[in-house]
């Protein structure tokens, strides 16, 4: 079983700025040891350890942890995509052999056509031949470009985040259901089912509350191109560890037990090589 997502950091006030008053629980050091504890709540064997910070820094750290800790199966870092110097981090990254895959912030870009700059797609076809996974991070609105995006980029493997932020909170099901549906055709791309609890009710959410969501991601990218992920510590806001993994066992219990071992661990480790 492979928790697909989570995240590590030494926390400073200066470098994540974005865990803000409500997510003052989370101003704290995550760390592997943190990391073995939560894995054992739930009865998980592995986690894909993904980037927090836009830094090629903060990368070398986590696979530096990684190469230490057997619980960290691969790593998804940061680097300047769309800079000049990219050649050159991506030659030196690749020789660490837990990077599995790089992922941009799309989603606090200022531009809303970030995703389709071309100095930014000139990094991604720079990926193509690597054996790394380019990983989408979005929110919903940000849809309609990634299909553009993921279009030019068909030989590219791509795995959407957080099944790309939907307005849980607000119970919008459109456009983004629509966009969902149309993304999933190209068969490139795999979704992450994490995430979805801090775009819900903090304190109100249930499976009920996330079932017609997760009714359009199953529908759309079937059980196969699909895996469980739960943004820890992220999700901590809202949920604890091991009750995410119970959620997401109960909505997927009436599944085959292929289609089962798929979300919870097949298919992250087909698509990252772990």
Known sequence: MIDAHHHLWRYSSAEYGWLDEGMRALRRDFLPDDLERVLASAGVDGAVTVQARQTVEETRWLLDLAAECGAMRGVVGWAPIASAGFAGVLEELAERPKLKGLRHVIQAEADEHYILREDFNAGIRRLRGSGLVYE????????????????????????????????????????????????????????????????????????????????VVVEAFGPGRLMAGSDWPVCLVATEYARWFEVLREYFAGYSAEEQAAVFGGTAVAVYGL
């Open 136 to 215: 989408i991070l979005i929110f919903e609105r940000q849809l309609a470009q990634t299909i553009q995006f993921v279009d030019a980029h068909a030989e590219q493997v791509m795995v959407l985040d957080h099944v790309a932020k939907p307005r849980i909170r607000e119970g919008l099901m459109e456009p983004w259901a629509r966009q969902m549906r149309e993304l999933a055709m190209r068969e490139n791309v795999w979704c992450k089912v994490s995430g979805m609890v801090t775009e819900a009710e903090w304190s109100g959410w249930s499976l009920e509350t996330l079932r017609p969501y997760l009714d």
